[in-house]
């Protein structure tokens, strides 16, 4: 079980009651991840909220990629294929403070991202089983871990966006994208 202060320092339960702020504690599990460890991938059950304590966690998207790939031998023995490549693109990077795996509050109850840690990693595990069963008894703490989930969904589809259109003004070469 973390101590209260180590939860105490994430803005997600900044303003939560020191006794709730406890409880939620109880139900914690700590887990240590090495480098270059997949914490969760898409479509595992999402059934754990978890708090970054110490190191960095890489959210990222498996992208399937295709190009063409040309052998000349000499001018008649030209060979072309498509090529599959699968890679995978960051999309966020969690930091010490921070949250991730919010699907296991909310959506379908399946990952939709990769959760690799960059670093050495230390979290809170909390089950959202648990943390949803306070929030449906005390209705505050719903509202204010709701409110806290809507910022960091919103940040992240911001960032998200933000990124695509990049990708749009790099692929297309349109000089600006603008958003009405």
């Known amino acids: 079980m973390p101590d209260t202060p180590s939860l105490s320092g994430f803005r997600f339960f900044s303003e939560v009651p020191l006794k709730t702020l406890e ?3 109880a139900a914690c599990k700590v887990l240590d991840f090495p480098a270059q460890t997949v914490v969760f991938q898409p479509g595992e059950p999402a059934d754990t909220l978890y708090c970054l304590v110490e190191g960095e966690v890489e959210l990222s998207l498996k992208v399937n990629d295709k190009s063409l790939k040309v052998d000349v031998r000499h001018e008649e ?3 072309a294929q498509m090529m599959d490549h699968v890679r995978e693109i960051v999309v966020d990077t969690v930091r010490s403070g921070q949250i991730f795996g919010w699907t296991a509050l909310v959506g379908n109850g399946k990952r939709a991202v990769i959760a690799k840690c960059s670093k050495a990693t230390k979290v809170c595990a909390l089950p959202a089983a648990e943390l949803n069963g306070m929030t ?3 209705p505050t703490l719903g509202c204010l871990i709701f409110k806290r989930l809507a ?3 919103a940040k992240r589809l911001n960032a998200r966006t ?3 259109l990049e990708a749009w003004v790099e692929a297309f070469g349109a000089s600006k994208v603008t958003l009405q």
């Open 77 to 79: 023995s030209v060979h």
């Open 162 to 164: 933000d990124r695509l």
């Open 23 to 25: 409880a939620i504690s």
């Open 136 to 138: 449906a008894k005390d």
């Open 151 to 153: 910022e960091i969904i």
